[in-house]
């Protein structure tokens, strides 16, 4: 009787055990489902665990058709980039499959899908696709105003720092200029970047502040009340919330002093940056004599820029 008792208690405490054990591993489970819930669903959370230098930056070109398609310069910009890299994947997107997939990956998002689809100005959209883009799958975002030199993209980063470059930019104002600034028209990134992360919860506060500023939703934004597009979601507005991802000083690196040009890629944990002449050598004006990297992209200022309703022309 006396051992019946206690087989029958200390059954009922390996089930009480069994209880906690299950419920702390729902807990668990639980916490880490919402903070999958975050990010978008074809993520996976990034381990501590250093990723294979392949898989780190896809190789994937991105490049978004504007509304009259694709023109025979364009093509033959874009040529020149699929031809140099056999090895990289592309797609094309367009306004339509951009909003498909915008929604398809944003789901758990509601404030990515409720921002990117109250907008009005194409402008904008095009702007945080490539971020979003990127977060979601990595690889190298291209405007379609950009021809691709010898280098392959294989190469574009120094041997060093292969194992350990999650994100690669360049500077488009760099030497000469008063104020450093990223080129936005050619980024590489891995999936899941934390600091793409960044960038995109930076441009979404800085459109809803701009509609609170104007007592207005995101759809009645207009350009007259935008300001200057690059301080909302262009290149000053992804250049600081990068620095800002990196605890850079962004005055320290941004502001340029009298010094002397950077000529060689430097990494910041594994964001590197590339010296002005990589991606836009034709306006850093380096000092005569000085030899310096390959220029790796060319961009063609082409007129993908806005027009006054913030409508891509091309
Ligand atoms: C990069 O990682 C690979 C594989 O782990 C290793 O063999 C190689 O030496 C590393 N290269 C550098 C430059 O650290
Ligand atoms: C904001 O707009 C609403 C309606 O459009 C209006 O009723 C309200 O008075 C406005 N508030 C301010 C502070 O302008
Ligand atoms: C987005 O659009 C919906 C539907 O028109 C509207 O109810 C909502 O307030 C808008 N959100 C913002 C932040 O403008």
Not at 17 to 44: A, D, G, K, N, Q
Not at 93 to 119: G, P, Q, W
Not at 205 to 232: F, K, Q
Request: hydrophobic residues 40%; aromatic residues 12%.
């Amino acid at each position: 009787m006396l051992r019946a008792a206690k087989r029958f208690f200390s059954l009922r405490l390996s089930l009480a055990t069994l209880v906690i054990i299950s419920f702390s591993l729902y807990t668990i489970w639980h916490l880490s489902e919402t903070r999958t819930l975050s990010s978008p669903e074809t993520i996976s959370i990034p381990t501590s665990t250093p990723i294979p230098e392949a898989q780190k930056i896809p190789k994937k070109l991105w490049y978004k058709l504007g509304p009259k398609g694709l023109s025979d310069q364009s093509r033959a910009w874009i040529d020149t980039c699929l031809e140099r890299n056999p090895d990289y994947q592309h797609e094309f997107l367009t306004d339509e499959s951009a909003d498909v997939y915008v929604r398809k990956h944003f789901s758990s998002r509601a404030d990515i899908i409720e921002t990117y689809f109250n907008l009005t100005i194409p402008i904008l959209k095009a702007d945080i696709l490539r971020y979003l883009l990127l977060f979601v799958e990595g690889g190298f975002w291209s405007d379609l105003d950009v021809s691709c030199e010898e280098v392959p993209i294989g190469d574009w980063i120094p041997v060093e720092y292969r194992n350990s470059t999650g994100m690669v930019l360049g500077w488009e104002f760099d030497v000469g200029w008063f104020r450093r600034q990223f080129a936005t028209w050619t980024i590489g990134a891995s999936p899941g970047s934390r600091h793409m992360a960044v960038v995109i919860d930076d441009v979404l506060s800085t459109i809803l502040r701009l509609a609170h500023e104007h007592n207005c939703t995101i759809a009645d934004l207009h350009m007259d009340m935008i300001g200057d597009v690059i301080d909302v979601t262009g290149p000053v507005r992804f250049t600081r919330s990068i620095l800002a991802s990196l605890k850079l000083d962004y005055q320290g690196i941004i502001d340029i002093p009298t010094v002397e040009p950077v000529y060689v890629p430097r990494i910041f944990e594994d964001v590197l940056i590339l010296p002005g002449y990589a991606f836009a050598e034709g306006i850093n004006k380096y000092p005569e004599g000085h030899t310096y990297g390959p220029k790796l992209v060319t961009h063609h200022y082409a007129g993908t820029w806005k027009n006054e309703q913030g409508g891509e022309v091309d």
